[in-house]
């Protein structure tokens, strides 16, 4: 796709859920992490200033085990106010409410839009548990939602992160919080990327190099599959692997 344009309409919805504001974002020429292009995101600081590409087939066709990697390149440090880069909309829970990747109190935690739990707990010991990404710099980060057990695990620039795993055993600070909906089992029907800020941060992000498998694939955590294009397309190849690419195809 071209500079300065959408990604393929065919296969990804731009999206501003219940309103839209002054969030942008379009294929961008000039940063990547790898080929060419990479989707740039210029959110705003408001609830209606986010902005999103979704894609609702990829999911549906992996089952309920899901692991996913990114690249995402933030050009400022994440703030103290509650954000949001990833959104998995959850059709069990509360209607369809999301599971939201972001930050919060400088670090990455996940959140879940039907109560508001974080993980982890936004605690000094549990902020400790996570990790800040570097601005200006590119951040591989995987994740694997199992919505059998149900757990997560999220890894960062390949190292799992203590305080971004659910294991079904309550750990003060991680995950209790989360555990006090005993009956969470997600059912994940969308893969959305982009931004949405509850506390005013505004910020300009890059996304390259998005891939999405089942439990499977010989891609799920393998050295084919961890850390490497988002995508003009979305594609199911032999090996299981549902990826995409802004630019070309996979190296």
């Not at 790898?34 to 999103?52: A, M, P, T």
């Amino acid at each position: 796709m071209a500079a300065g344009g959408m990604p393929d309409p065919s296969l990804w919805t731009v999206t501003s859920p219940n309103c839209s504001g002054t969030g942008t974002l379009a294929i961008d020429g000039a940063v990547a992490h790898s080929g060419g292009q990479s989707l740039r995101v210029d959110g705003g600081g408001g609830y209606c200033d986010h902005v999103f590409v979704a894609n609702t087939e990829a999911i549906a066709a992996i089952g309920p085990q899901v692991y996913g990697r990114l690249w995402v390149r933030f050009e400022a440090a994440l703030g103290q106010g509650h954000v949001t880069f990833v959104t998995l909309r959850d059709s069990a829970d509360g209607g369809g409410k999301d599971l939201r990747m972001g930050g919060q109190s400088t670090i990455l935690m996940w959140n879940r839009e039907s109560d508001d739990a974080t993980l982890p707990a936004l605690s000094p010991a549990g902020i400790a548990l996570s990790v800040a990404p570097t601005p200006g710099a590119w951040t591989c980060v995987e994740s694997m939602i199992d919505a059998a057990a149900p757990a997560l695990t999220t890894w960062v620039d390949g190292a799992e992160v203590p305080g971004l795993v659910i294991d079904g055993e309550p750990t003060p600070d991680v995950d209790q919080q989360w555990l006090n909906k005993p009956d969470w089992q997600p059912s994940l029907v969308d893969f959305k990327l982009g931004w949405e800020s509850y506390g005013g941060q505004t910020m300009t992000l890059y996304f390259d190099d998005v891939a999405l498998a089942g439990s499977g694939s010989a891609a799920s955590r393998s050295g084919d599959f961890v850390c490497r294009s988002l995508a003009a397309t979305l594609r199911a190849r032999n090996s299981g692997c549902l990826e995409g690419h802004v630019h070309g195809d996979m190296a």
